[in-house]
Nanobody
Framework: QLQLVESGGGLAQPGGSLRLSCAPS????????IGWFRQAPGQERERVSC????????YYTDSVKGRFTISRDNAKNTVYLQMNRLKPEDTAEYYC??????????????????????WGRGTQVTVSA
């Protein structure tokens, strides 16, 4: 069964940067979109960003636009989330997951958190001075 594995979390100061990675472990099924999500203590999981594997179209939630960049490296079968200008409110456990279709638009697919599968175990991001 496909399992995604996140890495790259840690402690950063406000204004700092971190880069998260998401890679599959196990055999690969054809998925269309990889999404990054986050969950802070006491809060619901929220979508952060998604990328289409076929054409690299992207979606960002408003709170991270202009600060975060999602990208993919097909040769390494890895999706990255570059996080710049970090804020304390970015502190959360970050997860990646895969959407297996049907294929519509990356924004529409990213909106449906419940349709994502193969969730990783998460990587903690803490932004604090």
């Amino acid at each position: 069964q496909l399992q995604l594995v996140e890495s790259g979390g840690g402690l950063a100061q406000p204004g700092g940067s971190l880069r998260l990675s998401c890679a599959p472990s196990g055999f690969t099924l054809p998925y269309y979109v990889i999404g990054w999500f986050r969950q802070a203590p006491g809060q619901e999981r929220e979508r952060v960003s998604c990328i289409s594997i076929s054409d690299s179209s992207t979606y960002y939630t408003d709170s991270v636009k202009g600060r975060f960049t999602i990208s993919r490296d097909n040769a390494k079968n890895t999706v990255y989330l570059q996080m710049n200008r970090l804020k304390p409110e970015d502190t959360a456990e970050y997860y990646c997951a895969a959407h297996y279709g049907p294929l519509t638009t990356v924004q529409a697919m990213c909106n449906l958190t419940a349709d994502f599968a193969s969730w990783g175990r998460g990587t903690q991001v803490t932004v604090s001075a």
